[in-house]
């Protein structure tokens, strides 16, 4: 039996008056949509190969391209949507597992969005940032519980050592491989003139960016890529790497075809040959398991380096959390379920997993009562989209977050979610050199700089709205937060009141 | 310089043996102290006692000899140096190894060499003298790994499941390997003359380290295992 045919989903308008017939579009789409028809001297296109990246339309000079969705439907039907229907066609043609990219696209709740945020109105002022000093620096890793003096009455100032944030964000961990070098350059150049960091990901650091060492994080993940003294040595902190959001229960696999030239030498491995990251750590099977790995690291970077614990949200996170905030990890990393990934099998990364704003709620939450929050900071990502997502995460519990698809954004990435076949228009998420020299660092980085100072400039106008002029301050303050359209039982995880209450 | 290690916690100890700085050391006494020597570059240890696990995590090129017993985790993650047990050592000994070479007297538990892997002039290597347990060489992804099954005591020279995701590196198993399951991604064959060159300087200094007869290894045959593809795992995808 023939495939069965699937109708594209997008259209490729060309409107005929503009088009100069310059072949733009033609060279700048990898995916070969665009020709162009020398006899007939005009410009054709084949929308089956189309992913909508906007590429072609970003670059056409007289604005004479558009991709529409297509609307050639499958009858209309509740329960059968046409991507439903369309993916059981792809399944049934090749006996393939769907492969997906980004974060989880589904219309699940965003909890960021019935969440809003507290102003100060006659008492307690708000406090203008353009005239008063406002402080959004953090510092992540293990705080002393109580004061401690030697014996003259001195206070020890010993602690235990700590990631110094310029504002509560780092760009989260994207690998050597799955994303450019160009566009690791970027993130690495960004972090540093921002002073927060960036993170390698498990696919190792190219031998060009040890420079940026103070402000990367470096991850340490069950295939130990590019894991060695150096590397560790290199780096602001170390994570350890035990899930992901976008796939939480499974490992990392790049393909052989992806590991070329520098890519083969980050990673230790002969070009060709496939990079698998096991869905476990071998060497890990409990909490005390947890803690080997924990300590071996700080033991190899002589305690002068915080760890990080990187999990996915999901089902009894607060548990897990507080088995982890006793394992000696300085940090945790709490990566909800519509983090994006370079690629991920469809059913996984569109079922498996919480939000992250319930996970971060109830682990914040299970320290506290524990006794053990101080033990710990704690670093959420998942989708964090705006400066208002980083005050309502911050008010939630967290000391910090992560973003990355937000950062990709200001790279170019028009979510296209076509990430793994490597052919990024965008010179991202691809290694093929012609595409990967589209994007210049030098425009990259300083769009990344843009993105987060103007953040941060949001996070301190919201924070003055409060009259709050310190994040310390902000921490944990849920009674800067109301939920609007949540039933109980989500306002009783989140710890926030209903607005109006 | 001798460092005893009796009362010393593993910080303290590894402490004491940076300060030790280069050239030789003895650790006396050793007390299960973990992650002895993780990440360190240059020197030479001698250990009596039984050291703890992770021993020589992340190693830089230092050179350990453990006068007897080892545990869990031996040279996890090692870039580069050697590591000589004079008896036994516990799970997955080897794991993520990316250079330098790890020689065992007798036998190794679970997982060992998992996800070893090997590039241009780092190939490290992995010598067990007697039995390995389950799981041996899983993900291997490079490098080398022996196993001598040498003190015959009735058990098979592997457990269960010996190389499974294995895609890159060589096994050599001193045996005929009958009844002993391999997946179906990797090919078995008797070692040929070329197989054994490769790993005769393995098995030369395994004899000098553990006074064993290079021709009395020799005199069984061994079974070479390697990968049918670097890419085993090419379940195929379909986009979506």
Known sequence: MREQFIYPDFEVERNKERCIACRVCERQCANEVHRFDAELGVMLSDESKCVNCQRCVSLCPTRALKIVKSDCRLRENANWSDSTIKEIYKQANSGGVLLSSMGNPKPLPVYWDKILINASQVTNPPIDPLREPMETKVFLGKKPERIKRDEDGNIITEIAPQLELSMPVMFSAMSYGSISYNAHASLARAATELGICYNTGEGGLHEDFYVYGPNTVVQVASGRFGVHKDYLEAAAAVEIKMGQGAKPGIGGHLPGTKIVGDISRTRMIPEGSDAISPAPHHDIYSIEDLRQLVYSLKEATEYKKPVIVKVAAVHNIAAIASGIARSGADIIAIDGFRGGTGAAPTRIRDNVGIPIELALASVDQRLRDEGIRNNVSLVIGGSVRSAADVVKAVALGADAVYVATAALLALGCHLCRTCQSGKCNWGIATQNPDLVKRLNPDIGSQRLVNLMTAWRHEIKELMGGMGINSIESLRGNRLMLRGVGLNTKELEILGISHAGE | ?240
Do not use: W
């Open chain 2, 1 to 240: 310089m001798n460092i005893n290690a009796s009362g010393l916690d593993y910080k303290e100890l590894n402490e004491a043996l940076r300060k030790a700085g280069r050239g030789k050391c003895s650790i006396t006494d050793c007390l299960g102290q973990r992650f002895l020597a993780a990440g360190i570059s240059e020197c030479e240890i001698t250990v009596s006692g039984i050291p703890g696990n992770a021993l020589g995590a992340y190693l830089n090129g230092a050179r350990i000899e453990v006068m007897g017993n080892a545990q869990d985790a031996v040279g996890d993650t090692m870039n580069d140096g050697a590591i000589v047990i004079h008896g036994n050592v516990g799970d997955a000994v080897g794991y993520a190894m990316r250079g330098g070479h790890i020689y065992v007297q007798g036998n190794a538990g679970y997982r060992a060499g998992i996800h070893m892997k090997a590039y241009e002039q780092k190939q490290p290597a992995l010598v067990i003298g007697g039995k390995a347990g389950s799981f041996l060489g899983e993900y291997q992804a490079g490098g080398t790994i022996i196993v001598l099954g040498l003190y015959d005591d009735d058990r098979p020279i592997v457990g269960n499941f010996p190389s499974t995701g294995m895609h890159g590196g060589k096994m050599f198993l001193r045996s005929d390997c009958k009844g002993i399951r391999f997946p179906e991604q990797v090919h078995t064959h008797p070692s040929t003359d070329e197989d054994m060159a490769q790993i005769e300087h393995f098995l030369r200094h395994f004899c000098t380290y553990f006074g064993h007869d290079l021709k009395a290894l020799l005199d069984s045959p061994f079974t070479t295992v390697v990968p049918d593809s670097g890419n085993p795992y090419r379940q195929m995808y379909v986009a979506n």
